[in-house]
């Protein structure tokens, strides 16, 4: 599976089959969210930073350096690099039937939160009662702690120095078309296809920077 840090402007492969996450996510959607908006994303990214100049750099880079960026670049980064990095992060924490038992994350996330039930439910609320299109994350604070963290549009945590070990997308892209109006139906079902051990590993990394 590829590494957020090393990713170029191109798209990156889905680590798994478009259909792989079905039924709680359907495979029409996830072939417009990736080869579709995702990859609109990482073209108008690669287009931005020809403009600008930043095609020897790398994405993530870009991101967390963006308030050094020339103003100009800086609102295409936000919206367009925001949004190549934050669907390649995503995909990465996609995965059907992966148990979130004895991980180590989980230990630290009974630590902060009480317990799993209590994070899933901390985590479900701020998704649903976040308006308009965004993102919930579970991040690493610089402080190295879990938080739960919603940002706006394609705003990255990696722009407020957090390490993202989780994330959901709320945009209505990502279930529209098999969920219709009920976000919050995509969001109880999304919990079926967390790959809680790539948030492990997340976790693992980010609490040894
Ligand atoms: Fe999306």
Known sequence: M??????????????????????????????????KHHKAYADKLKGVAEKNGFSSQKPLDLIKNIN????????????FGG???????????????????????IRAI??????????????????????????????????????????ANQDSPYSNNQKPILCLDLWEHAYYILYKWNRAEYVKNWW???????????YLEAMRE
Do not use: C
């Open 110 to 151: 009974e630590k902060k939160f009480e317990s799993y039930e209590k994070f899933v439910e901390q985590f479900t609320n701020a998704s649903n009662t976040f308006f308009g299109s965004g993102w919930t994350w579970l991040v690493v604070n610089a402080n190295k702690e879990l938080e739960i963290i919603n940002t």
């Open 2 to 35: 590829y590494k957020i840090e090393e990713l170029g402007f191109e798209l990156p492969e889905l680590p798994f089959a478009y259909n792989a996450l079905e039924p709680y996510m359907d495979e029409e959607t996830m072939k417009i969210h990736h080869s």
């Open 192 to 202: 079926n296809i967390v790959n809680w051990e790539k948030v492990n590993e997340y």
């Open 68 to 79: 050094s960026l020339p103003k100009e670049a800086q609102k295409g980064v936000r919206n």
């Open 83 to 105: 949004g190549h990095i934050n669907h390649s992060f995503f995909w990465t924490v996609l995965k059907k039937g992966i148990s979130h038992d004895n991980l180590e994350v």
